[in-house]
Structure formats: C-alpha cells, structure tokens
C-alpha cells in the first residue's frame, strides 16, 4: 500500500544521509542516519509511522527544498 504522505524515500551510504520526499513537494534530508536504518523503513509496511517513530526526533534534519 502506497503511503499518502511519503512519495519516496533515498539514502546515500557514503554520508549515511536519508531523504524524505513528500507527496506536498517538500524534501527533508535526514544526518547520519545508519543503512540498516534505511533498509528497516524501506521494508516497514506504513512509511509515515516509520518515520514517526524511528526516525523523526532521532536525527538531525533539514529541508532540503
């Protein structure tokens, strides 16, 4: 099931940096985020829950766009 918030998600292993693309348009890059990090939330059924509970207060972040 498609999520109706996240469009998809990114993650570059060299600078262990997760983005988040939103359906509205809006990019957010999370730091040092680790991989298997990354694969958990590829992998988890509900993205936005995911990302409430994993990763959202846990990592530093800014919008990117």
Do not use: C, W
């Not at 109706?4 to 990019?27: N, R, W």
Request: glycine share 4%.
């Amino acid at each position: 099931m498609p999520s109706t918030v996240i469009e998809y998600i990114s993650y570059d292993a060299a600078t262990q940096v997760l983005k988040v693309h939103f359906l509205s348009g809006a990019v957010y890059a999370y730091n040092d985020v680790p991989e298997n990090i990354y694969e958990a939330f590829k992998k988890y059924k509900s993205k936005g829950t995911f990302l409430n509970k994993y990763i959202k207060d846990k990592y530093d972040f800014e919008r990117i766009n």
